[in-house]
Each structure stands twice: as structure tokens, then as C-alpha cells.
């Protein structure tokens, strides 16, 4: 009998263990408007921590300069960019204003929500908008999403932080809600939190290029440290931490200043993670803002719903990938998909749809054009299929599937 209870004791602790050691938790940081060059110039050791466990890579925002996925780079389209894996044209947040997001593309938070009603949700911003506009908290059109915990609004409050011309009372801020993310995070353990900071894009635009840019970013670096000390303490109980962080734009040339056109280096942005079996797409540079959404649905192993998953923009930076940078070139009757093939040669499956009724809520059929070998980078569309002023092509892989859009005037 004994050692029946010692067998059953020993099983249930190692149960116990796996099931400490299978808890998946994501921080993703978001540092606002720091050039990829001005990062690599300073000195960033928290940031150069985290990637050494993970990686760090530039990356891209702004969607396809010139086509129908075009995005502003303004910093709440690059936040939403993230938060749903879509590109301008699918959420529909087109500047700072925020004016009518469309919540039927799902932000991770709601994402994880939905498939885990217990999870924690955290946000810490110094800008409210990112949660009451954004995540679109309490509100219907997203379903009456609750965080479990946030801090954010302290810029409205002008007592504590009055408002001055050098913009210190945002680095004030930003180190305010460092520290009460770093609490939190240590004593609670959120499954999903989002920390924004603001700083460092004051500074771009007030001073440019320079010492004080310079500065900003080192103090941001110190304040991702008291996150990142946070996480290594929660990661010593047995739980397995994903941080991304990255920034949301880059900044005009050459001062350094400025913001919101397809210039490369606006465009440019970078990721620094800890993430474990990053692949090729983002060690090539060619990873994108909308990249990180699908990367944190793998991590957590979420079943997103087929409707779902086939509008999404972006494809995970870690493990296999069938294809990405899926793209329609040509023009009228002679039009060609290419994409860069995976690893391992496969057969994709290849779909057209001639709605976009997924953006108002409803369904699109996709109707089946044929297969393909994976290496053959590329397929030939129906001439008639090319006359169509706007259609939707879906290709699927055994990893992964991707997107692409023809809009009449774009392609």
C-alpha cells in the first residue's frame, strides 16, 4: 500500500511539474519610434540580453509600399499592425485619431480570450487610447474583452505629471509604468501583457538624431530591464516567458525626425526577442510587424478558426514554414503568385475568393484553383481570373497559409 501511495505522490508531483513547466506566458514591449541604426549605435545591454537567448533581426512596417497593403508608418496603425496581424487595409486604423477600427480582425488578446476564458491580460501604457480604443475593452464590437489588470491614463493626469516643454514628464511616466509592469509581472505572472512606452518618439521628433535620442534610448533599455529581471524570476518557478520587443516605425532621413511615409527608413523597424527556434524569415531581415501575432498564437498553441487564420497578413518566426512573402505580380490576363518556399519541399493548395465579406462580419467562399510544388516559387493565375478588378487568393501549406489581394489601381 505504501508504495502504491508513494508511486501515486511521485506521479502527481511530476504532473504537477510538466504542467508549471507547459505554462506559456508573452510579454511583448513596445518602444516607440526608435531607428533600427540608432539602437545598433547605442548601448543596450538589457535589450542585447534578451536577444542573445532569442535573436535580433530588422524587420519592416508599412505593409507593401505602393499595393492595395500600403500602411501609414504612424505609431497606433503600427500598434493595431501588431496587436491583429493585418495590415491597414483589413483593421482600418489609419492615424493616431483611431477613429473606426474594425474589430472583426482580433487582436491577441482577444484571440487568447476567446480560446482561454481564464487567462490573465494585462496591459501597462503610457497612452490610454492602446486599451480603450485599441483592444477595444468593454466594448461589443469586441465582445466585451476584460484585462485583468491595467495601468494606463496617467498622461491625463496633469497634477502628477504636469505637462512641460522637454517632455520629462513622459520619461516620468514611462518609468511608472516600467515599474508597476515589472511588479506585476512578478508577483501575479499575467499569460499575455503589453507594455507601451513613449519616450523615445518624443525625443525623435523634438530633437532628431543625437545625444538626446541617444539618451532615451538608453533610459528605455534600463526600463525593458526591470521587465526582463521580472521575467527571469518568474521564469526560475518553472514557466516558459516569450518576450518581444520592438518599435513602430522608423523615422525620416537624414535628422531623424519625422514620420508616416513608405521611405526605407521609415519602413525599417527591428525585434529583439528571446524567443527559441526563430527560422529563416527572421534571421533574412525580411520579418514583418504583422509576424509577431501569428509567432505568439504558435507559442501558445491556439486553434485560431480557418475563417480566421487565412486573413491573417503575417507568418510565425518560429519553427517550419511552408511559404511567406506570398505576393501577386503582373498585370490583366497574365498574373503570377510567387513566394519564398520553406525548407522542406511540400504541396500547397491554392484558393481564390471574389468577396471580402470576412470585413463586415460575414463569409467569403474560396473556390479551389490547384496544387503546386512549394519550390516552384511561383502559379499562374486563370487569364480570366486576371481581368477581375478585385479577388483573394489564399495559399495553404502544411505549416502555414498566406494572403494576397487584388484591388483594381493597386497591383
Known amino acids: 500500500m505504501r508504495i502504491k501511495f508513494l508511486l501515486l505522490l511521485f506521479g502527481l508531483t511530476y504532473w504537477v511539474q510538466l504542467g508549471l513547466a507547459q505554462q506559456k506566458k508573452v510579454v511583448f514591449i513596445i518602444l516607440d519610434g526608435i531607428p533600427a541604426q540608432d539602437l545598433e549605435r547605442?548601448?543596450?545591454?538589457?535589450?542585447?540580453?534578451?536577444?542573445?537567448?532569442?535573436?535580433?533581426?530588422?524587420?519592416?512596417?508599412?505593409?507593401e509600399a505602393g499595393g492595395f497593403s500600403e500602411s501609414p508608418t504612424i505609431s497606433a496603425v503600427g500598434y493595431n499592425t501588431l496587436l491583429t496581424g493585418t495590415w491597414a487595409h483589413k483593421h482600418q486604423v489609419w492615424g493616431n485619431g483611431i477613429e473606426s477600427?474594425?474589430?472583426?480582425?482580433?487582436?491577441?488578446?482577444?484571440?487568447?480570450?476567446?480560446?482561454?476564458?481564464?487567462?490573465?491580460l494585462a496591459i501597462f501604457s503610457t497612452w490610454q487610447d492602446n486599451r480603450t480604443k485599441l483592444l477595444g475593452e468593454n466594448l461589443p464590437q469586441a465582445n466585451y474583452l476584460r484585462l485583468n489588470q491595467s495601468l494606463d491614463g496617467l498622461e491625463l493626469d496633469t497634477l502628477r505629471y504636469p505637462h512641460d516643454a522637454q517632455s520629462d514628464y513622459i520619461h516620468q511616466i514611462d518609468q511608472k509604468v516600467a515599474e508597476e509592469a515589472a511588479t506585476y509581472l512578478a508577483t501575479h505572472g499575467p499569460d499575455l501583457t503589453w507594455v507601451y512606452l513613449q519616450y523615445t518618439d518624443d525625443m525623435g521628433h523634438k530633437f532628431?538624431?543625437?545625444?538626446?535620442?541617444?539618451?532615451?534610448?538608453?533610459?528605455?533599455?534600463?526600463?525593458?530591464?526591470?521587465?526582463?529581471?521580472?521575467?527571469?524570476?518568474?521564469?526560475?518557478?518553472?514557466?516558459?516567458?516569450?518576450?518581444?520587443?520592438?518599435?513602430?516605425?522608423?523615422?525620416?532621413?537624414?535628422?531623424?525626425?519625422?514620420?508616416?511615409?513608405?521611405?526605407?527608413?521609415?519602413?525599417?523597424?527591428?525585434?529583439s526577442t528571446n524567443a527559441k527556434d526563430l527560422n529563416a524569415r527572421f534571421h533574412s531581415g525580411q520579418a514583418a510587424m504583422v509576424?509577431?501575432?501569428?509567432?505568439?498564437?504558435?507559442?501558445?498553441?491556439?486553434?485560431?478558426?480557418?475563417?480566421?487564420?487565412?486573413?491573417?497578413?503575417?507568418?510565425?518566426?518560429?519553427?517550419?514554414?511552408?511559404?511567406?512573402?506570398?505576393?501577386?505580380?503582373?498585370?490583366?490576363?497574365?498574373?503570377?503568385?510567387?513566394?519564398?518556399?520553406?525548407?522542406?519541399?511540400?504541396?500547397?493548395?491554392?484558393?481564390?475568393?471574389?468577396?471580402?465579406?470576412?470585413g463586415e462580419g460575414g463569409s467569403d467562399e474560396y473556390f479551389f484553383l490547384g496544387e503546386v510544388p512549394s519550390d516552384a516559387k511561383q502559379y499562374a493565375l486563370p487569364p480570366d481570373l486576371g481581368k477581375k478588378d478585385f479577388f483573394k487568393v489564399l495559399v495553404v501549406g502544411k505549416y502555414n497559409s498566406a494572403n494576397t489581394w487584388k484591388v483594381s489601381g493597386k497591383q
Open 291 to 358: 509576424d509577431v501575432l501569428p509567432s505568439m498564437i504558435r507559442f501558445f498553441n491556439l486553434v485560431v478558426p480557418e475563417h480566421q487564420e487565412r486573413e491573417l497578413d503575417g507568418v510565425p518566426l518560429t519553427g517550419p514554414l511552408s511559404l511567406s512573402n506570398l505576393t501577386l505580380v503582373g498585370k490583366g490576363k497574365n498574373q503570377l503568385l510567387t513566394w519564398t518556399p520553406g525548407p522542406q519541399s511540400e504541396t500547397l493548395s491554392v484558393y481564390w475568393s471574389p468577396t471580402d465579406h470576412f
Open 42 to 63: 547605442v548601448h543596450t545591454p538589457n535589450l542585447d540580453q534578451i536577444a542573445s537567448q532569442g535573436g535580433y533581426a530588422r524587420a519592416y512596417t508599412g505593409g
Open 101 to 120: 477600427p474594425n474589430y472583426q480582425y482580433w487582436t491577441i488578446f482577444r484571440y487568447l480570450r476567446e480560446a482561454r476564458p481564464d487567462a490573465k
Open 208 to 271: 532628431g538624431r543625437g545625444p538626446a535620442m541617444d539618451a532615451a534610448i538608453q533610459k528605455a533599455d534600463a526600463q525593458v530591464g526591470l521587465i526582463w529581471q521580472a521575467i527571469q524570476q518568474r521564469q526560475q518557478k518553472g514557466e516558459d516567458w516569450q518576450l518581444w520587443v520592438t518599435t513602430d516605425h522608423g523615422r525620416k532621413e537624414p535628422d531623424g525626425k519625422d514620420h508616416g511615409g513608405q521611405s526605407e527608413a521609415e519602413r525599417e523597424i527591428w525585434i
